[in-house]
DNA sequence: GAGTGGTCTAGACCACACA
DNA sequence: GTGTGGTCTAGACCACTCC
């Protein structure tokens, strides 16, 4: 996986990119960085296309390609890419430490809209999943989760006390690479502002998503609370290919 | 530009898609397409990987290219879906009437953030435009935005009290295609509060972007401050090119 | 083994920016 | 005119799924 070529390309870019080694925020030409890497200019704008899409840089024709300017700008301490899917690896990993309060976990039949959203017939089951989750004791997520027992029969309290995503990929080899997400803000309900240190006027950020799996299969649904502060969810948006 | 090859395959699958001209929700393989529209492989893999992108078919390595059944309408009444950019676009147009009040339309000198994030000068100019958007009389959105002068220099009062994007496109042939938007949720401020009718513990959604036109240049810092009822940014994460 | 999508190459030609 | 990114082709070989 990561010896693919425009892969390498790309890691290799992305950290030119952010120790600043290449002057006037610009980029060489794609010709000279075929050369360069010794790869085909195709492979090259592989790299970079997937750089323009992550909106680090941008390209204009008949000029070069360019670093975004408010790429780096946006340090908030916490923050959700548009290119990051699971919670534990989105934070800017500083100093602080990422951990996981479970609330609750058990199985209950799929309601008919869950049936809808993740493929599932009436009888089958689900694991209800809530969770809070803190980082260096400052709780600001509570994330409550649908995840159909039979595509993952042998979760335990401990598993989801750590990192779902994690477990999966590394133990059950299932990779959650796809979700569609929904982001919405809401004055917070007494519940949010207890687990969340929140006062009464400070709201939360929703999100609400479905997750699939590698191959397309429809694997969780989430409904996320968040304080406040801690969402930031950056995207780069392009109607070029509409 | 609607006579790429790549863009009328996407566009003729995207509508046999749509009418449900495939049977079992499997596409035919990539060769066949290939010979069909008569074109390489390459300009179909492109296509296919927009559709992909687009979160309205996924792709099997070994077995085939499948139509998401998840693909279908959402029905909220207002959203910002992350494959729009415009905001007089983005409504279920539904019978509800969009309409701008202009709350401030001056020019002043860019502030070294914007000339950064504009690629502008020192002692270029900015307008400064601060807008309360509407619907059917119900304010639902403050958006305060910064233009450099020498982009649109013939910017007036009634034209920024309408469509600013539309106007571009269709008397400049400037096309806005790509933004980079952060997006979060807070509190709202005594004047979201008269200005959107909120209560005080009603927050707003607020979405920071800059926009871009078709060339890459930077057209416009937006920031915008939303009733919370009427922010609901829909959009589908892919790790696959990571 | 046959079929399918994934990666990569080498090169042609086009469209646009800038001097 | 030169340089740059954009589109497209034809074909090779790899990786995975399914029979």
Redesign the pocket.
Known sequence: MA??????VLHDLKDRIQNDQFKNQR????????EHY?????????A??VL?NQGIIF???????FINPLYRKNDSIFHYEGSNLGITDSFKSDNQTPSIKLLNFSVVPATEELQQELFLEPGDFVYDIKRLRLFDDQPFMIEQGYIPIKIAPELSAKIVSESIFNYLEEQQGKVVTKSFMSIQAAPSTDEDQKLLNLKPIEPVGLMEGIFFLD?GTPFEVSNMRLHYKYLQYNTFVSL?EE
């Open positions: 010896d693919l070529i425009y892969r390498k980029l060489p030409d794609e010709r000279s960085l075929s010794g790869v085909s200019r195709s492979s090259i704008k592989r970079l296309s323009a390209k204009k024709r008949g000029s070069g390609t191959d070029d």
